[in-house]
């Protein structure tokens, strides 16, 4: 099994910039991808970023210009650093990971228990 842990959530104004992390233990080796998700109230689980081990990222267009991911390999890490916040990326963001080698973007199969972000105007 393995566990992932985030941090970095809070409260922001609109323009700010917030960096999550996530680090994951135990039975890491096949985590071939990691990513962020994120939930708002009400609306469907979105898929925002991922990143793979050859370092090849996705990010989702709704946050393109915005958003970056990275990953340290070696300490297990995967970070999201998020520029120009506005209030509509409120939302509970959650790091994943795969377990094994996928074509698809966010074949994740751990989770991380969320980091709230807020973003008021």
């Known amino acids: 099994q393995a566990q992932l842990v985030e941090s970095g959530g809070g409260s922001v104004q609109a323009g700010d910039s917030l960096r999550l992390s996530c680090v994951a233990s135990?039975?890491?080796?096949?985590?071939?991808?990691m990513g962020w998700l994120r939930q708002a109230p009400g609306k469907e689980r979105e898929f925002v970023a991922g990143?793979?081990?050859?370092?090849?990222?996705y990010i989702a267009d709704s946050v393109k210009d915005r958003f970056t991911i990275s990953r340290d390999t070696a300490r297990n890490t995967v970070s999201l650093q998020m520029d120009s916040l506005k209030p509509e990326d409120t939302a509970v963001y959650y790091c994943?990971?795969?377990?094994?080698?996928?074509?698809?973007?966010?074949?994740?199969?751990?989770w991380g228990q969320g980091t709230q972000v807020t973003v008021s105007s």
């Open positions: 994943a990971a795969s377990r094994g080698v996928y074509t698809t973007w966010g074949q994740y199969h751990y």
């Open positions: 135990g039975h890491t080796a096949n985590m071939y991808e």
């Open positions: 990143i793979r081990w050859s370092g090849t990222a």
